[in-house]
T-cell receptor, first 116, second 112 residues
Framework: KAGVTQTPRYLIKTRGQQVTLSCSPI?????VSWYQQTPGQGLQFLFE???????NKGNFPGRFSGRQFSNSRSEMNVSTLELGDSALYLC???????????????FGPGTRLTVL | QKEVEQNSGPLSVPEGAIASLNCTYS??????FFWYRQYSGKSPELIMS????GDKEDGRFTAQLNKASQYVSLLIRDSQPSDSATYLC????????????FGTGTRLTIIP
């Protein structure tokens, strides 16, 4: 099975702009979660989508939003970019829980966003 | 505020020795526990998951869970230089809830 894919891999934007990141989960996985990783804050949960619905949301401002399509692909959008939004944005997918595989999440390679 | 604590290291271990990584969590209702390995410049890679008290072994890796003490650990036997990475502990509070809370990670260096 192919792994989680994310595009683009690298992105440079300026303050005030907006950005859209894309994630394709492992085939058959319906849950997609997004995380932000920075040296100072570590890995922080942004939100999770399942069957096109946001099921969970982390403590991020409303500038961060996402959506999921019927084929389980997901996008996240950050509007009005700030310098502090520079980070590695990671997408993770998980499949149906089994007797020994609850909630296992598999990460994509990430999108490195730099805000200038 | 649910917390996951790890010793940030760096932890240096001679090649061939056992590396022991520790993690404590604050939410007693936590249900599932994961260890991820992250090489510099790469994304986290799942290496172990554990849900029940006790030990779970997979090759050179053993995860240990003690829910009463709110403690989970990862042992790496016969450590290899390729094991040098940051190890992230992650905790999930509810089955079916995909939100993972991560520790800050322990940087492990295997010395040849």
């Amino acid at each position: 099975k192919a792994g989680v894919t994310q595009t683009p891999r690298y992105l440079i934007k300026t303050r005030g702009q907006q950005v859209t990141l894309s994630c394709s989960p492992i085939s058959g996985h319906r849950s997609v979660s997004w995380y932000q990783q920075t040296p100072g804050q570590g890995l922080q949960f942004l939100f999770e989508y399942f069957s096109e619905t946001q099921r969970n949301k982390g403590n991020f401002p409303g500038r961060f939003s996402g959506r999921q399509f019927s084929n389980s692909r997901s996008e996240m959008n950050v509007s009005t970019l700030e310098l502090g939004d520079s980070a590695l944005y990671l997408c993770a997918s998980s499949g149906e829980p089994g007797p020994h595989s609850y909630n296992e999440q598999f990460f994509g390679p990430g999108t490195r966003l730099t805000v200038l | 505020q649910k917390e996951v604590e790890q010793n940030s290291g760096p932890l240096s271990v001679p090649e061939g020795a056992i590396a022991s990584l520790n993690c404590t969590y604050s939410d007693r209702g936590s249900q599932s526990f994961f260890w991820y390995r992250q090489y510099s410049g790469k994304s986290p890679e799942l290496i172990m998951s554990i849900y029940s008290n006790g030990d779970k072994e997979d090759g050179r890796f053993t995860a240990q869970l003690n829910k009463a003490s709110q403690y989970v650990s990862l042992l790496i036997r016969d450590s290899q230089p390729s094991d040098s990475a940051t190890y992230l502990c992650a905790v999930n509070d509810l089955l079916g809830n995909e939100k993972l809370t991560f520790g800050t990670g322990t940087r492990l260096t295997i010395i040849p």
